[in-house]
Nanobody, 120 residues
Framework: QVQLVESGGGLVQAGGSLRLSCAASGSIFSINVMGWYRQAPGKQRELVAAITSGGSTNYADSVKGRFTISRDNAKNTGYLQMNNLKPDDTAVYYC??????????????WGQGTQVTVSS
């Protein structure tokens, strides 16, 4: 079994910054893609950013230039640096990981979510 634990959410004023972390643990052989999704009240969950094991990244248009995704493969940890936050960024942020388990099964896991609230 694999667990993803997020941290770093909170309340921040518009223009401020937060850094989210996602630590993966358990029966992990390797992690292919790590991603961050978010879901605001009344809206569908959407992809914010993703990063492959080789470091290739993909961002939603709404966060390009403000958010940076990174990862530490040795620690099985992913990060989302969020700068110049806007009230529209308010949502629950979820970590997602495509894991190759120790048994060599490819499984996608989700974290429990962390609340990010941006006040105007």
């Amino acid at each position: 079994q694999v667990q993803l634990v997020e941290s770093g959410g909170g309340l921040v004023q518009a223009g401020g910054s937060l850094r989210l972390s996602c630590a993966a643990s358990g029966s992990i052989f390797s992690i292919n893609v790590m991603g961050w999704y978010r879901q605001a009240p009344g809206k569908q969950r959407e992809l914010v950013a993703a990063i492959t094991s080789g470091g290739s990244t993909n961002y939603a248009d709404s966060v390009k230039g403000r958010f940076t995704i990174s990862r530490d493969n040795a620690k099985n940890t992913g990060y989302l640096q969020m700068n110049n936050l806007k009230p529209d960024d308010t949502a629950v942020y979820y970590c997602n990981a495509e894991v190759l388990t120790s048994s060599l099964y490819k499984v996608t896991y989700w974290g429990q979510g962390t609340q990010v609230t941006v006040s105007s």
